[in-house]
């Protein structure tokens, strides 16, 4: 029995448990990835900040308004 399939049998288990099983990194960081850029569709994520944002809509050769028209800043 290899490490995958112990994980899968613990996964397995704890599901049959009722717990939660964490949810995979890489789920995450999509789900999260909110802010879109309205020219070429890219996404990012909500955590971007302005000065990544304006590097991509320089490459789209549009304004920041353009590319990013609800864009609103996020809070610390």
Partial sequence: MGNG?????KRERAQAK??????????????????SCQR?????LCTSRRNELQLHADK????FEECFPS???PTK
């Fill in 60 to 63: 789209c050769k549009r304004t």
């Fill in 40 to 44: 070429c569709r890219q996404t990012f």
């Fill in 18 to 35: 009722g717990k939660v099983v964490a949810k995979s990194q890489l789920k995450v960081n999509d789900a999260a990835k909110n802010i």
């Fill in 5 to 9: 399939a112990k994980a899968q049998t």
């Fill in 71 to 73: 864009f609103v800043e």
